[in-house]
């Protein structure tokens, strides 16, 4: 059975009053008037795990796990993106930050690192494929970083661009 406010009230006000130098002494003081009251019951109430007093609690059926403002942060409007990839990209955007703010233990966190840079290289591959036009883009590209490793995935855009333009040119 619960305590009732009034019984956590006269339990607190026992726990102030005397300050004894433990739960367990004072609990058998306690006993002595109100015997029904267990350990948990009055160690819970001197620890402030349950409420003290008949005010309502205006979080009362809501999850308190994450707050609106945490949830309102991230809330974007799709139609900002041009395309499916700018959606990732802000995602993982989102990711990186959550984990730099996170108070995850370092195991979880370089896991939770490592999954944010897969997907970014996975995002690198479709953003080449999608702007060279093949699917053999990865090959393309890894072949052009063959002779010139310091290319960025815009260069490498940029010349095949301009060698897909020479080869219509010369075919016309």
Do not use: C
């Not at 619960?2 to 004072?26: G, N, P």
């Not at 409007?77 to 730099?100: H, I, M, S, W």
């Amino acid at each position: 059975m619960q305590t009732s406010i009034t019984m956590r009230k006269k339990i607190l006000a026992h726990w102030e009053t005397d300050q004894f130098l433990s739960i367990t002494d004072a609990l058998e003081d306690f006993q002595k008037k109100y015997p029904e009251i267990t350990y948990f019951k009055y160690y819970n109430v001197v620890k402030r795990r349950v409420k003290t007093k008949y005010s309502y609690r205006p979080d009362k059926g809501k999850s308190r796990k994450y707050n609106d403002d945490a949830k309102k942060k991230y809330e974007v409007d799709l139609y900002k993106f041009d395309d499916v990839e700018e959606f990732l990209e802000y995602q993982t955007g989102v990711l990186a930050d959550e984990v730099n703010h996170s108070t995850l233990n370092i195991d979880d966190r370089l896991k939770h690192v490592k999954e944010i840079v897969t997907i970014r290289t996975r995002l690198q591959k479709l953003k080449l494929e999608k702007h060279i036009g093949r699917a053999d883009a990865m090959l393309i590209s890894r072949l052009m970083r063959r002779f010139d490793a310091n290319l960025s995935n815009d260069d490498i855009i940029r010349i095949v661009k301009e060698e897909e333009a020479k080869l219509q040119a010369e075919e016309s």
